[in-house]
Structure formats: structure tokens, C-alpha cells
């Protein structure tokens, strides 16, 4: 297994996270990612490798996973692998056979001199700024939670959504990068005695590594109020805070290379980069209705 510093950029910022809060422990053959206070969170506690399987290492992976991971958690019923390839690869007959699905996401990158204006301009009833956390914690949970749309059971969700805030708070808290909100002052279907409450309506996280490099975390817009270049805006102005603010060189930001948010990224002057690759198998219980 390569050192951390040598992996790819976007398994050396995703590991930003758990090195903050949790376990990282670097065993001759792969990583062991292990987040105690969130078991639930797949991409919290996995085993990352540096080469793609082959026929015949299922039982092998299963069992380092189970050594490393589930004896040690048992709320950890997931199994989830991350793979640090460069190119696309089969899944092994063995691995489709285990339940284990493919997934993979494009690292897309930015410096500074590449970053362009939006397109639209924000409307005059939305504001953006940081988050106080913990202080308005909830007010994020409950919009990544409407934002999911019900791709996972809702209340499980929301549980996981909360510890993952609590861990951002506390890396707010430590100087580590800040959570941003677009705020409208006026919420759909509030009444006109309401109209003056502001209602969050798309977040994100921008950390930092210590070195100049920034990874974005969980972008997502409330159903109600997509398409109207909100999520252009956030971006944008949590871009402009990394570089200004907190002086990066570098800003990493991951998607569905089948999403459309991949064309948001890149107007505003992203670059699409490596991929990541992850095989999953989520529990049974955690699908959404």
C-alpha cells in the first residue's frame, strides 16, 4: 500500500476528514478508515486500497473488512471498499457475487486564476453566508435531509446527518474551514406574517488540509428551490472565501460524473480530473421508500 501522501487527490482530501476525528491506520495492504462515533457512515468506515481487485480476493477483502471494521462495530453493517485506480476496471465475478456494487466519482480541481462569475445573478431575496454552528446545525440537517429526497431511510438519515454536522462544527470550531448557506427571506408556502423568517435552502462545506488544499463537502439544494442558480451562488462565494480567506492554492470538489452538477462545477471553472472508485453494499433496512 502506497503512503497517504502518495495516494490521489481525491482520496488524500477525503481522508482530511477522518484524520481530524477518527482512525486512520495504514496496514501493509490497505488503509482502515474507522469513524467510532458515526458506524453507520460507509464512507467513515471502510477499507481503502491502492490497486483494483482481482478474481479470487473477495474473501480476502470480506474478511479484512470484517476484522478491521465489523467485529469492532457492530452498528457497521455496510461493507464498503475504496479503490485509488487510475483507470476503469471490472468488478470481479466474486465481488458482484458478494452484493458489493460499483460506484465512482470525477475529482475536479481549481486554483484561483481559473475561478469565473456565475452565469445568473442571485436574486435580491437570497443572502449567502457561513453557518453559526453548532447554533444552526439543525437548520442544515433538515435541509440535507429534504435534499436526499428520500435515497435513504429518512429517519436513520437524519441521525447520520446530524453526527456528520457535529463533526464539521467542531472542525469550524478548530479553524478548519467553515459551512454555507443560502439563506431566502422568503420560504415557500410561508404565510405573509411569516415572510420575514429566512428558510436555508442549499449548503456546503469548504475544509482545508493544512497545506493549501480545500475539499468541498455534501453540496445540495432544496428540492423547492432548484434551478435558480443558487448552487452556482454557493459555490462560488464559498470558492472566492477559500481563496481569499483562507488561502488556498488548490480547491477539490467530487461528483457523479453522470450528474448535471458536474456542468455547474465546471462553468464556474472547475477541471475534471482522476476518479475515485468505491464498491458498497448497503445494509438491507437502508434504502428510503
Same mark, same amino acid.
Request: glycine share 10%.
Given at each position: 500500500?502506497?503512503?497517504i ?10 481522508l ?9 491506520i495504514?496496514r501493509p ?8 462515533h458515526n /458506524? ?5 468506515n ?10 479470487g480476493?473477495?474473501?480476502a ?11 469492532q462495530?457492530?452498528?457497521s ?9 487510475a ?9 458482484a ?18 475561478l469565473?462569475? /456565475?452565469r445568473?445573478?442571485?436574486g ?12 444552526e446545525?439543525?437548520?442544515a ?5 429534504a435534499?436526499?429526497e ?5 429517519n ?18 478548530a479553524?478548519?474551514?467553515d ?6 427571506s422568503s420560504?415557500v ?8 423568517s429566512? @428558510? ?13 488544499l480545500?475539499r468541498?463537502?455534501?453540496?445540495s ?11 452556482t451562488a ?19 470538489i ?11 462545477y465546471?462553468s464556474?471553472?472547475? @477541471?475534471?480530473?482522476?476518479t ?10 437502508d434504502?428510503?421508500?
Amino acid at each position: 500500500m502506497k503512503p497517504i501522501n502518495e495516494l490521489s487527490l481525491g482520496w488524500r482530501t477525503d481522508l482530511i476528514f477522518p484524520r481530524f476525528d477518527a482512525q486512520v491506520i495504514e496496514r501493509p495492504g490497505y488503509v482502515v478508515v474507522r469513524t467510532p462515533h458515526n /458506524p453507520t457512515f460507509y464512507w467513515g468506515n471502510f477499507l481503502l486500497y491502492d490497486h483494483a481487485p482481482a478474481e479470487g480476493d473477495a474473501a480476502a477483502w470480506l474478511a479484512a473488512f470484517d476484522a478491521e471494521i465489523a467485529s469492532q462495530q457492530p452498528r457497521s453493517n455496510h461493507i464498503a471498499f475504496g479503490i485509488d485506480a487510475a483507470q476503469p476496471w471490472p468488478v470481479p465475478a466474486d465481488m458482484a457475487a458478494a452484493g458489493l456494487a460499483l460506484d465512482a466519482s470525477t475529482v475536479l480541481t481549481m486554483r484561483a486564476d481559473q475561478l469565473r462569475p /456565475p452565469r445568473r445573478t442571485l436574486g435580491a431575496q437570497f443572502s449567502v453566508r457561513a453557518l453559526d454552528l453548532p447554533a444552526e446545525e439543525s437548520l442544515a440537517v433538515e435541509q440535507q435531509v429534504a435534499s436526499d429526497e428520500g435515497g435513504f431511510e429518512p429517519n436513520g438519515y437524519r441521525v447520520f446527518r446530524r453526527r456528520q454536522m457535529q463533526r464539521y462544527g467542531a472542525m469550524v470550531a478548530a479553524g478548519r474551514g467553515d459551512w454555507f448557506g443560502v439563506f431566502a427571506s422568503s420560504p415557500v408556502g410561508t404565510s405573509a406574517a411569516d415572510a420575514g423568517s429566512a @428558510q436555508l435552502v442549499a449548503d456546503c462545506g469548504l475544509f482545508v488540509d493544512g497545506r493549501g488544499l480545500g475539499r468541498f463537502q455534501y453540496v445540495s439544494t432544496h428540492p423547492a428551490w432548484r434551478r435558480r442558480g443558487l448552487c452556482t451562488a454557493l459555490i462560488h462565494a464559498a470558492c472566492r472565501h477559500g481563496f481569499d480567506t483562507l488561502g488556498l492554492h488548490t480547491l477539490v470538489i467530487l461528483a457523479d460524473p453522470a450528474d448535471v452538477a458536474i456542468g455547474l462545477y465546471e462553468s464556474l471553472g472547475f @477541471q475534471r480530473g482522476e476518479t475515485t472508485w468505491h464498491l458498497e453494499r448497503r445494509p438491507a433496512g437502508d434504502v428510503g421508500d
